[in-house]
């Protein structure tokens, strides 16, 4: 064996153990025991296949990949930046910043794309045709993902207005994914340059029409969604290239993210294509009117509330975090644990801004995830729960979802907070939620409404069970 | 090469792999999964540098530069955001119910 063979059979065995290492990493993270330790394996999967690739050279005699120095330069520019800004970014922000990250995936992917098909229309590089279909269907997908999930980013962002709509929007959404398509196929046919330029400019145009009508509520859908395609489109550009670890790499996140997509849609009660053809509450059915009224209570009998009871579940919702109060709220269960007290959390699907957002916001807070329930496993245990304390939660404890048919927010499945013996729900004003429907649970005799900004209303429920404790009650 | 047929059966397995490793996720790891996967695709970092290797002429060099860019930034963002958010994860069992009393 030659000294260029044997480093050609070291750089490919690097790809493969890369690729065992991407899923077993996967695979690991998929369990809280082992997640941490998952990341990192697929971290020094993806460091081996960079490394070995340094030294992939088709030139005889050189050493270094061709253009190594510019290879260098982009990766470190963008390392440090990238980098910087994750270890930046605070936890609230982090779908935004997986946005981003993903459509620079799915840009890097439309950008190998864009050079197969360059360097065969230059008579270069010949491609097989299906190397060819691939490349083009991978350049589209990668094309929307980078557009799209930018889009999404400086939404979620604040940088651009929620939404943006107009009439004919979907004709117009339509007219020029067929384009695209029409173009793609052209490219197919025909390698011709100024085609391939004009297919590029309609894919990317395409992501950013599909996703500038999409609401900030159905943003975790697509951002998952892009996320899925990302993995397609290297898979097929992995395909084009000839490198199995891109294949498997970039399928497997297709199909899991795929998956995950699903997942997160049926848990917040809208199908995929609702998401990306409609939009949220455009029915505008007004909901049945609600009788009674709300009862204020004030924090020192919400505190006394919680010194007799036994089983508390906290419900937090993206309120909390959205007021930093998730560290005082752990603060006050302590002192809820510390009494004897059956503390739980229990997360709704979407609480947060993605599935297991809130999870995360928690755990940056302290709160062991032993404590956390799920919906389905906590759902039984509410009739049994002395006080329930509701925080910067709203339309997920609606139970309006269950019983009035013409709710937008009807069939979604929620936490049954409703039947706890007593609810006490923490918010700052009389607002609805994100769905801008009045909620049924505030007006129900066994709940109190505790008007306070959720820090300070934590603050004060700690000072009155220390000052049931000294014996004073209030 | 890898072809026809052959490619199709990879896809497939690929796919079904996929599929299976996320079946059984509790929902409380859907965020870090998600952005896990996100970090899983910047593999295609080594895609971008294998074309970027066989740029040519001025535009090759820039498009390549450009996916390079990309891929290492998804590379690198996926991982720094994933890892920070499953470093937070811990059990108050076992040996987490000393860090519980530390931090108190």
């Known amino acids: ?474 | 090469m890898i072809d026809g047929f052959l490619a199709l059966y990879l896809f497939m397995l690929a796919a079904f792999t996929g599929h299976e490793i996320i079946s059984r996720v509790p929902v409380i790891l859907h965020t870090p999964l998600m952005s896990g996967s996100n970090f899983v695709h910047g593999i295609v970092l080594v895609g971008a540098m294998i074309a970027l290797g066989e740029a040519t002429t001025p535009l090759q060099q820039a498009i390549g530069f450009i996916g390079v860019f990309l891929g290492a930034g998804n590379a690198a963002g996926g991982y720094v955001v994933t890892e920070r958010m499953l470093e937070m994860f811990k059990s108050s069992k076992k040996p987490g119910s000393d860090q519980q009393g530390a931090k108190q």
Not at chain 1, 10 to 21: E, G, H, K, R, T
Not at chain 1, 182 to 199: D, E, K, P, R, S
Not at chain 1, 283 to 293: D, F, L, N, T
Request: one cysteine or more; charged letters at 15%.
């Open chain 1, 1 to 474: 064996m030659t000294s260029a063979q044997l480093i050609s059979v070291l750089i490919q065995a690097s790809y493969f153990s890369a690729a065992v290492l991407l899923i077993m990493g996967i695979k690991r993270m998929s369990s809280p025991v082992t997640a941490r330790s998952g990341i990192q394996w697929a971290g020094v999967g993806v460091l081996i296949a960079v490394i070995a690739t340094f030294f992939h050279s088709e030139v005889p005699g050189q050493v270094l990949i061709a253009n190594a120095a510019l290879i260098f330069i982009a990766i470190a520019i963008s390392t440090m930046l990238a980098w910087y800004s994750g270890k930046k970014v605070a936890m609230t922000d982090m779908p935004q910043m997986v946005a981003l990250y993903n459509g620079m995936g799915g840009g890097s992917a439309a950008a190998i794309g864009a050079m197969a098909l360059l360097a065969a229309a230059m008579g270069e590089h010949a491609l097989s045709r299906q190397q060819s279909v691939l490349a083009v269907v991978g350049a589209l997908i990668g094309s929307v993902s980078f557009t799209g999930s930018l889009i999404a980013f400086m939404k979620l962002q604040g940088w651009m207005d929620k939404t943006f709509r107009f009439t004919g929007q979907q004709a117009v959404n339509g007219l020029c994914f067929l384009g695209a398509a029409v173009l793609g196929a052209m490219v197919v046919w025909h390698l011709q340059t100024n085609m391939i330029v004009l297919f590029f400019a309609a894919a990317l145009l395409f992501g950013i029409l599909m996703t500038l009508p999409i609401g900030g509520a159905d943003m975790p859908v697509v951002i998952s969604l892009y996320n899925a395609f990302t993995g397609l489109a290297v898979g097929f550009e992995g395909y084009v290239q000839q490198n199995v670890a891109l294949i498997i790499a970039g399928t497997v996140v297709g199909a899991a993210g795929t998956l995950l997509t699903r997942l997160m849609a049926k848990a917040m009660n809208r199908s995929i294509s609702n998401v990306l053809f409609s939009n949220f509450g455009g029915g505008g059915a007004s909901a049945a009117e609600i009788k009674g009224s709300m009862k204020p209570i004030d924090a020192d009998d919400a505190a006394s509330l919680l010194y007799l009871a036994e089983k508390i579940i906290i419900v937090p919702g993206y309120g909390m975090a959205v007021a930093q109060a998730q560290h005082k709220i752990w603060e006050l269960s302590q002192q809820l644990i510390k009494r004897d007290k059956d503390v739980k959390f229990a997360i709704h699907p979407v609480a947060g801004r993605m599935p297991g957002h809130m999870n995360v916001l928690l755990a940056e807070a302290g709160v062991p995830y032993d404590l956390i329930a799920d919906m389905d496993d906590i759902n039984p245990e509410f009739p049994n729960c002395d006080v329930a304390i509701v925080i910067g939660a709203n339309d997920v404890v609606n139970p309006v979802a269950k019983t009035d048919k013409s709710s937008p927010i009807y069939g979604m499945p929620i936490l049954d907070v409703a039947k706890a013996k007593q609810v006490i729900v923490i918010k700052r004003g009389k607002g609805t939620g994100f769905a801008g429907i009045e909620n049924a649970l505030f007006y129900q005799d066994n709940c109190r409404m505790l008007y306070a900004d959720g820090q300070e209303a934590a603050n004060k429920l700690i000072a009155g069970l220390k000052a049931v404790d000294a014996g004073g009650g209030h």
